[in-house]
């Protein structure tokens, strides 16, 4: 029996640019998945996954597992964990986990790169679209500059990020976000393709600010961001209260995580105004979470 865990994510900057070969910042958050594997009898596989109800990513994965390695036989897969709906990830920390526990089940050497393209191989085979950001922060863990042209993870040395973290209570459609900004870049391409540039040299920005702690500044590119991707029309009413709310209770800067349509909006704060931004997110109607950034990748628990 092998069990293995993944983290959840939560994206510093650069969605939606990413998909078009922009860079992206992505921090792996304290928020795991894990995944037990043992060989069953017969032929089949059987998944017992209550937290993880789309088991379309287990079933990719062990598909890609098998075609990798030549392996048949069954498998019992079964699924524990914390990442419960607030879009931190529960595909490609799942995804990552399996592939990785499979590995180690049939005795297979996968380094951190092979174990990255099997994965994101078997999140494309079920989701159609997709960087494959999310895949590399389950892998990697840490914060991680990742580019979207060349699929490279660049692991960023930097200590504690001052992250505040509001969930809106709504769940986003990222497939369809994701599609709905390809429709628009269909329609207005020089437009669109002037905010992917944006928002790619905002992240590269981002990355210097990130690494000498400038907080201050990264919260301003944040906020940079976030006009690009209210441009785009991917945020709402409510992620646009949550960011109102944590600047005026003095956050750095602000701006929606992930697709937009709802899951996380993010605040870079002082230590000193966490809580108050924390209430002040509360008041206009979000949910403060207890996220820690910068956490482990993927790791053999037993
Ligand atoms: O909704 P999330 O947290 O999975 O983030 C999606 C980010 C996009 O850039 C919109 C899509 C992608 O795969 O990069």
């Known amino acids: 029996m092998v069990k293995v865990s993944a983290p959840g ?20 958050v304290d928020q795991r998945l894990s995944v037990t594997v043992e060989k069953s009898k017969g032929y089949k596989s059987i998944i017992n996954s209550p937290q993880v109800h789309d088991t379309r990513f287990i079933d990719a994965a062990i598909g890609v597992a098998k075609k990798a390695w030549g392996t048949d036989g069954g498998i019992r897969i079964t699924t524990q964990g914390q990442l419960n709906g607030y879009g931190f990830g529960s595909s490609s920390a799942v995804t990552v986990a399996t592939l990785k526990a499979l590995s180690m089940l049939y005795e297979k050497v996968v380094g951190q790169r092979e174990l990255f393209e ?27 500059y990742y580019t979207g042209s060349r699929k490279t993870a660049e692991p960023l040395a930097v200590g504690t990020i001052p992250l505040v973290v509001g969930y809106t209570g709504v769940k986003a459609d990222t497939v369809e976000l994701v599609r709905d900004v390809g429709r ?19 992240v590269a920005s981002g990355k210097e600010a990130l690494l000498s702690q400038n907080w201050e500044r990264l919260g301003k590119l944040m906020d940079f961001n976030q006009e690009y991707l209210r441009d785009l029309g991917v945020s709402t009413q409510k ?22 349509g709802g899951d996380c909006m993010i605040a870079l704060a002082k230590s000193d105004k966490r809580e108050e931004i924390s209430k002040a997110i509360q008041q206009a109607g979000g949910q403060a979470l207890d996220v820690r950034p910068n956490a482990e990748g993927v790791r053999i628990e037993l």
């Open 239 to 260: 992620l646009e209260d949550l960011i109102s709310a944590a600047k005026r209770a003095g956050a750095w800067g602000a701006k929606l995580s992930g697709a937009g």
């Open 118 to 144: 099997l994965s994101y191989r078997a999140v494309l085979s079920v989701q159609g679209v997709g960087s494959g950001f999310d895949v590399a922060a389950a892998v990697w863990g840490g914060t991680v």
């Open 9 to 28: 994510k939560l994206l510093l900057m650069g969605e939606h640019a990413v998909v078009y070969g922009q860079p992206c910042i992505v921090t792996a």
């Open 184 to 202: 628009k870049r269909e329609a207005y391409p020089e437009k669109v393709d002037r905010i992917m540039q944006g928002v790619g040299k905002l």
